[in-house]
């Protein structure tokens, strides 16, 4: 942030009288910008046995395999946020299921939910945002081909929940480098 949006003056980084934290403030007119983490919406949409996964069109991560997923907007509660995000980028309608997971991704300054879902129908196609869109098993999902490590954490989770037949909920705090290839995490925090 360089301008204020109230005034237009100039924007300095300093922590405020009774903060503790640096913070953007316009010395002009005194208002103080907060720069908070934003909210990442996703879900496991699944129809019998498969699940429907998402190849990226879109930069970050062009041409990887994620859920869809993506940022949450103003007047949306999460589980609205998550199935619009289905019809975005998959052109599926979902029933919204449980909570999943919930991954702290502090190094992008964003908190990323997960819901398990339920498809309507077996109708789905790409959106804008996809290349390409399909229903897999477990087995046939491309692991070393999966774009961000929150995803791989939520289908690692959803599949061992399913085997378990359980619907837990998953947390964790995701820090350091995902190497693309792996099916391995980050060193958690």
Same mark, same amino acid.
């Given at each position: 942030?360089? =301008?204020?949006?109230?005034?237009?003056?100039?924007?300095?980084?300093?922590?405020?009288?009774?903060?503790?934290? @640096?913070?953007?403030?316009?010395?002009?007119?005194?208002?103080?910008?907060?720069?908070?983490?934003?909210?990442?919406?996703?879900?496991?949409?699944?129809?019998?046995?498969?699940?429907?996964?998402?190849?990226?069109?879109?930069?970050?991560?062009?041409?990887?395999?994620?859920? @869809?997923?993506?940022?949450?907007?103003?007047?949306?509660?999460?589980?609205?946020?998550?199935?619009?995000?289905?019809?975005?980028?998959?052109?599926?309608?979902?029933?919204?299921?449980?909570?999943?997971?919930?991954?702290?991704?502090?190094?992008?300054? !964003?908190?990323?939910?997960?819901?398990?879902?339920?498809?309507?129908?077996?109708?789905?196609?790409? %959106?804008?945002?996809?290349?390409?869109?399909?229903?897999?098993?477990?087995?046939?999902?491309?692991?070393?081909?999966?774009? =961000? @490590?929150?995803?791989?954490?939520?289908? !690692?989770?959803?599949?061992?929940?399913?085997?378990?037949?359980?619907?837990?909920?998953? =947390?964790?705090?995701?820090? %350091?480098?995902?190497?693309?290839?792996?099916?391995?995490?980050?060193?958690?925090?």
């Amino acid at each position: 942030m360089n =301008f204020c949006s109230n005034c237009a003056a100039p924007i300095v980084v300093k922590t405020p009288p009774g903060d503790h934290l @640096p913070r953007f403030v316009c010395e002009r007119c005194g208002s103080i910008h907060y720069k908070n983490p934003l909210l990442v919406l996703g879900c496991v949409p699944q129809w019998e046995d498969r699940i429907l996964i998402c190849r990226r069109a879109i930069e970050p991560r062009r041409g990887y395999w994620t859920v @869809p997923a993506g940022f949450m907007e103003n007047g949306e509660t999460m589980q609205q946020a998550a199935a619009r995000e289905c019809m975005e980028e998959a052109m599926a309608q979902v029933e919204m299921g449980s909570l999943l997971a919930i991954v702290d991704v502090p190094g992008a300054h !964003q908190v990323h939910v997960m819901f398990r879902a339920r498809l309507y129908q077996p109708v789905f196609g790409p %959106g804008p945002e996809s290349l390409e869109v399909k229903l897999v098993t477990e087995a046939e999902i491309p692991w070393d081909d999966i774009a =961000f @490590p929150s995803g791989l954490f939520t289908l !690692q989770k959803f599949f061992a929940d399913r085997a378990a037949g359980r619907e837990d909920h998953h =947390f964790a705090e995701l820090r %350091g480098r995902f190497k693309p290839g792996t099916t391995s995490m980050p060193e958690p925090a």
